[in-house]
């Protein structure tokens, strides 16, 4: 349904992050530390894979969830490159990503699927013709799925690459692909939807249907995850100042315990 759609992508999903910051890294710290290789094997085959998946599907629901599933595994590396600037961007990309996917899930289930009853991305050709306030909203929406600057999701992402990064720069190249990736199956998406020719489902009898653009409702509903993104990608001080000082303190806290193991190793 729907709003379970919304409820996985927004808040259900960010649950692994919050167990990652809340749990793994305070209390796992070696562990943290050593087994940081691995995780990153799993985050790049994750994002590498998905990614194929994604660009194969046809159902516009199935491939926004897909392509979560990239994302997830970008700001996952980002929090296990065990370096500031990859901690905060992981926060900052799973924040980003809390508003973009629930605002495309209710563009393809609460607003195409309500009026056509259809979710196959070959019969949305052209939608702009019948919708064209909509196809502004999910073009905003669409730039920052593919992490395109002035949005948060790529001030997210940078980070997060950035931290990988610093942390091995042969993964760091692998996990890039996610840029070149995300931007396909984004722009494939908003293509065929949006462009593409005759809006198939408009057609009924040899007679145009005429369905009403988005209505005061579903405008209210779309515009804070349309705006905000781009808000705060514009001027992200405030999100960053606000996990600044935690973020730190996990570092400081892996200083420590690797200063501790390594003074035990000496005999001190």
């Given at each position: 349904p729907l709003g379970?759609?919304?409820?996985?992508?927004?808040i259900v999903l960010k649950l692994s992050l919050y167990g990652v910051l809340r749990l793994i890294l305070p209390v796992l710290p070696k562990a943290f530390m050593v087994y940081t290789y691995i995780v990153f094997i799993i985050g790049v085959i994750t994002i590498i894979y998905?990614?194929?998946?994604?660009l194969r599907t046809i159902d516009v629901k199935e491939?926004?969830?897909?392509?979560?599933?990239?994302?997830?595994?970008?700001?996952l590396i980002g929090i296990f490159s065990n370096s500031l600037q990859g901690i905060e961007?992981?926060?900052?990309?799973g924040l980003a990503h809390g508003f973009i996917s629930p605002g495309l899930f209710i563009v393809a289930g609460g607003v195409l699927y309500d009026r056509y009853h259809t979710r196959l991305i070959s019969f949305?050709?052209?939608m702009t013709q019948q919708l064209p306030l909509l196809s502004v909203l999910f073009f905003i929406l669409c730039l920052g799925n593919c992490g395109a600057p002035l949005t948060l999701n790529f001030v997210g992402e940078f980070m997060s690459l950035y931290g990988v990064f610093e942390r091995s720069s042969l993964f760091g190249v692998f996990a890039s692909s996610s840029i070149v990736f995300s931007a396909a199956y984004t722009i494939y998406m908003y293509q065929r939807i949006s462009f593409g020719g005759q809006f198939i489902l408009a057609t009924k009898n040899d007679e145009l249907e005429i369905e009403p653009d988005i209505n005061e409702r579903?405008?209210?509903?779309?515009?804070?995850?349309v705006v905000l993104p781009v808000v705060l990608g514009i001027y992200s001080v405030p999100i960053l100042d606000a996990i600044h000082y935690s973020c730190s303190g996990l570092l400081y806290m892996f200083d420590m315990s690797y200063l501790f193991d390594f003074n035990k190793y000496r005999g001190i």
């Open positions: 379970g759609s919304i409820i996985l992508a927004a998905a990614s194929i998946s994604t491939l926004i969830a897909y392509s979560s599933v990239s994302h997830a595994a970008v700001y961007g992981g926060i900052s990309l949305y050709n052209g579903e405008c209210i509903v779309l515009l804070p995850l």
